[in-house]
C-alpha cells in the first residue's frame, strides 16, 4: 500500500481473478471460488461457527477448526456429512 492509500496492481495480476480462490470438480461441474465450512446446532438451526476456504479444499480438514470455535458440552453428540 502507498503512503496516499492507494495500492498497486502487479502486472502478473489479472484484473477479475481472485487469487485466492480456486478449482474444485463435483460430478461432472467445475466451480472456481470458496467452500464454506458450517457448524449448526441441530435443534434448532442455529449456526455456532462458520469459516471460509477456497474450493479444492477438504471437507473433512475443518472440522477441528469449527469444534475450536465453540464450546461443547462432554458427550455432545455430532452429526456430519460425506466431507467427514
Do not use: C
Given at each position: 500500500?502507498?503512503?496516499?492509500?492507494?495500492?498497486?496492481?502487479?502486472?502478473?495480476?489479472?484484473?477479475?481473478?481472485?487469487?485466492?480462490?480456486?478449482?474444485?470438480?463435483?460430478?461432472?461441474?467445475?466451480?472456481?471460488?470458496?467452500?464454506?465450512?458450517v457448524l449448526i446446532e441441530s435443534k434448532e438451526g442455529l449456526v455456532l461457527a462458520v469459516t471460509t476456504t477456497k474450493a479444492s479444499s477438504h471437507d473433512g480438514a475443518h472440522l477441528p477448526i469449527l469444534l475450536d470455535k465453540v464450546s461443547l458440552k462432554a458427550g455432545s453428540r455430532l452429526y456430519?456429512?460425506?466431507?467427514?
Open positions: 500500500m502507498r503512503e496516499d492509500g492507494t495500492i498497486s496492481i502487479s502486472h502478473s495480476y489479472q484484473k477479475g481473478v481472485d487469487p485466492e480462490a480456486s478449482w474444485t470438480k463435483k460430478g461432472h461441474n467445475l466451480y472456481y471460488g470458496y467452500k464454506r465450512h456430519g456429512d460425506k466431507g467427514l
